[in-house]
T-cell receptor
Framework: AQKVTQAQTEISVVEKEDVTLDCVYE???????LFWYKQPPSGELVFLIR??????QNEISGRYSWNFQKSTSSFNFTITASQVVDSAVYFC??????????????FGSGTRLLVRP | DAGVTQSPTHLIKTRGQHVTLRCSPI?????VSWYQQVLGQGPQFIFQ???????GRGNFPDRFSARQFPNYSSELNVNALLLGDSALYLC??????????????FGDGTRLSIL
């Protein structure tokens, strides 16, 4: 079965520190897609990034960067120079194909990030 | 363009009642998915609809049902409510269901409390 593990339940850092959120996944598919979402206190899940299994190139977007390693089944997310506005719950997700061309997202349990001023 | 909109924002029900939650997808998106998020956990997949047909169903009892309308909006219905149904219900839309590379875009959710 497909599974996503986010071992870090909660992380607390001081503003301007770098922080890495870990994500480990399990899948038997040879083609799969990974996502990161941010959930602020308002509740909406905000899409951050997607990565397909054929592209192991790391990606940087502003203060955000992602490290995808198939060898260790990990897709970690780093925030550089964290800010108070980064405080939220972050979810890693894996897409699973179903019947009739449907797909669903398998989410990890989330990591709550608290950035203190 | 408006994002995914859900109504109501909050809802309080008692055990045994039924509830209907509503979702309007992003304009142009034809697929709608529903997720249940219990406090402290990640969202769990309930249903996916595309072109008014159910395309996927998660591990939820038959008390949960949904439908999609010609304008691609959707309703989630839950009958015989239990205390364990208390959760944030999230709706997500995407262009279609066939491409797993497409991100699902989520609404703010409906927070359902069962007393």
């Amino acid at each position: 079965a497909q599974k996503v593990t986010q071992a870090q339940t909660e992380i607390s850092v001081v503003e301007k520190e770098d922080v890495t959120l870990d994500c480990v996944y399990e899948t038997r598919d040879t083609t799969y897609y990974l996502f990161w979402y941010k959930q602020p206190p308002s509740g909406e899940l905000v899409f951050l990034i997607r990565r397909n299994s054929f592209d192991e190139q790391n990606e940087i977007s502003g203060r955000y960067s992602w490290n995808f390693q198939k060898s260790t089944s990990s897709f970690n997310f780093t925030i550089t120079a964290s800010q108070v506005v980064d405080s939220a719950v972050y979810f890693c997700a894996l897409s699973e194909a179903g019947l009739d061309s449907s797909y669903k997202l398998i989410f990890g349990s989330g990591t709550r990030l608290l950035v203190r001023p | 363009d408006a994002g995914v909109t859900q109504s109501p924002t909050h809802l309080i029900k008692t055990r045994g009642q039924h509830v209907t939650l509503r979702c309007s997808p992003i304009s142009g998106h034809k697929s709608v998915s529903w997720y249940q998020q219990v406090l402290g956990q990640g969202p769990q997949f309930i249903f996916q609809y595309y072109e008014k047909e159910e395309r996927g169903r998660g591990n939820f009892p038959d008390r949960f049902s949904a439908r999609q309308f010609p304008n691609y909006s959707s309703e989630l219905n839950v009958n015989a409510l239990l205390l364990g149904d208390s959760a944030l219900y999230l709706c997500a839309s995407s262009l279609d269901t066939g491409n797993r590379n497409q991100p699902q875009h989520f609404g703010d959710g409906t927070r359902l409390s069962i007393l």
